[in-house]
């Protein structure tokens, strides 16, 4: 097992990314609460927030809690330059860096004492390098381990640098609330609370095995060591992701079967068009959707052979969607989306008997062909003809 002696890990995380992005470049937003989409907020910046506006919340909601906001449309071409010129400080400070998203990043400066300096002072560096030549704020958290890293960014925002020293890992951790915990959620914390556990000193009190009675197994063998700042994951440079996915905001108003079936069909052309382009096949199909009173669901397929045809998929995600079709109509839907896992490289791929070699794969890759050359927009499906494909995030390369 290994276990760092000193705080060599850096977590760095820009605040309020893609909102510091609309103040950096129109100077008259800055100060300002800016809220980054209207049907459905995407950021709020620092001063937003403070009025209680959150990511993922409804704009009709987020407008009425700050009716003074300037709401801007998303222009993604400019966040996704943005976080490489960000990523670039980052491999220019350590060859060990491993991104978590398009804002956020481990990084490893273990080493580097001699011709660097401290981590501390590295920490301090880089956020004046990012500063400096992209012009945004990040915060940055340097500890022994990735966990206790990630939870000093997280106190230090925003704009702000903590350094948890060895000696005092507990100190720091122990009086924070239990949803500082990793894999602590709401239903989590609930459970928790109920039993008198408020912080991760409560939880590091109990025995392994009465957490486990209370959580489960996996769960509970987890957040005790993390209450005790054990975490022993390096910093991995070029992991692949796990899974390749999208989602769709609805907004409040209801929509027909066919215009449902139409988001489904967008989403998968964009997650098979990725997959096929990381040369990775899937076999789990994912399906998550969140209905109107905010509650979500999740459903999943395992296919017997894995394949990254958009045909196959879009077929298991409608036998998902028609499945769940009952509850959809009761309840509303304002989320659909659709992940991608138990990914494979394409390389040692075998086909399946009976053997088909005219199934779809060759229009895939010409399809995807046309695209790459001409653009997105070059080829589309009839059903997608003038319709609202939603955003597509900026993402990590694979």
């Not at 927030?49 to 003074?68: E, F, I, N, S, Y």
């Not at 801007?72 to 978590?100: H, K």
């Not at 489960?216 to 975490?231: C, F, T, V």
């Not at 929509?255 to 990381?278: C, F, K, Q």
């Amino acid at each position: 097992m290994f276990v760092a002696r000193r705080a060599n890990i850096l977590h760095a995380d820009l605040d309020a990314f893609y909102a510091s992005v609309e103040q950096r470049d129109d100077p008259d937003l800055r100060g300002k609460p800016v809220i980054v989409g209207g049907g459905v907020v995407l950021a709020a910046s620092y001063e937003a927030k403070a009025r209680g506006v959150r990511t993922a919340m409804g704009g009709r909601q987020a407008r009425r809690l700050c009716p003074d906001a300037v709401v801007v449309s998303p222009r993604m071409s400019a966040y996704s330059a943005a976080s490489e010129a960000v990523f670039e400080v980052f491999r220019r400070t350590t060859p060990m860096v491993e991104g978590l998203s398009i804002d956020e990043a481990f990084l490893d400066v273990g080493g580097l004492a001699k011709i660097s300096g401290s981590p501390p002072e590295i920490a301090a560096r880089l956020r004046a390098d990012v500063l400096r030549t992209v012009g945004l704020p990040i915060t940055v958290g340097v500890a022994r381990t990735k966990f206790l890293a990630k939870v000093a960014s997280a106190v230090a925002k925003p704009d702000g640098l903590l350094v948890v020293e060895p000696d005092r890992e507990l100190d720091f951790l122990h009086p924070l609330p239990i949803e500082r915990l990793w894999g602590v959620g709401e239903k989590t914390s609930v459970k928790l609370r109920q039993r008198g556990i408020h912080t991760v000193g409560d939880v590091a009190l109990l025995a392994e095995r009465s957490l486990v009675a209370i959580v489960g197994p996996a769960a509970g063998r987890h957040l005790h060591a993390l209450s005790i700042g054990r975490d022993p994951r390096r910093v991995v440079v070029g992991q692949r992701r796990h899974s390749i996915g999208s989602q769709h905001a609805l907004g409040s108003r209801r929509r027909t079967p066919a215009e449902l079936d139409a988001v489904v069909v967008g989403i998968i052309d964009r997650v098979t068009r990725r997959l096929r382009a990381a040369h990775r096949v899937c076999r789990t199909v994912v399906l998550r959707l969140r209905f109107d009173d905010y509650t979500r669901a999740t459903r999943s397929h395992t296919l017997a052979e894995p394949t990254s045809h958009t045909g196959q998929l879009l077929t298991v995600v409608r036998n998902l969607v028609a499945a769940t079709a009952p509850t959809i109509e009761a309840r509303g839907l304002t989320l659909v989306g659709v992940a991608l896992s138990n990914l494979e490289d394409d390389d040692p791929l075998q086909l399946a008997l009976p053997i088909d070699r005219h199934g779809g794969s060759a229009l895939d890759a010409t399809v995807d062909d046309v695209r790459n050359r001409f653009g997105v927009s070059a080829v589309t499906r009839a059903v997608l003809l003038n319709k609202d494909e939603g955003l597509v995030m900026p993402m990590l390369p694979d």
